[in-house]
């Protein structure tokens, strides 16, 4: 999903659609003239491996992301969470995919691993 930077207005929009498997929904709208703030929840299932064991594991994403969007060029003291785009062409998809990356690259652990590990904090 593509969105105009320029047609976005003040008033909230409502989107939803779907990256991979995961489900985005969430609103938009101009804060500032070159500002632009997104916030959605992000739910779906991440099939990936135990970090300790290497066990296939199935996690529960569900996730408030947020982002401020911005078609000027910011220096990094103004705003870190600041994104910004080149031109007038936001690219939500794009912006979902990469909160995705990092989730995905996160750490998780099986049921066993975290019970293992709870098990051995008690013990200190
Ligand atoms: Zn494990």
């Known amino acids: ?59 529960k994403i569900d996730e408030i992301v947020s982002f401020l969007i911005s078609n000027k060029t910011y220096n990094k003291k103004e705003a870190l969470e600041v994104v910004e785009i080149d031109g007038d062409i936001i690219d939500l998809a794009g912006l979902i995919k990469g909160e995705l990356i990092s989730i995905k690259a996160g750490y998780y652990q099986c049921k066993s691993c975290e019970t293992d590990k709870n098990l051995f904090e008690k013990e200190y």
Do not use: P
């Not at 609103?27 to 290497?54: A, D, P, W």
């Open 1 to 59: 999903m593509q969105i105009s930077f320029d047609k976005i207005g003040l008033e909230e929009i409502d989107f939803k659609f779907k990256v991979e498997r995961y489900q985005t929904k969430g609103v938009f709208c101009k804060i500032s003239k070159h500002l632009v703030k997104l916030h959605c929840q992000l739910t779906g299932m991440l099939e990936t491996n135990c970090n300790r064991c290497g066990e296939f594991v199935n996690i």
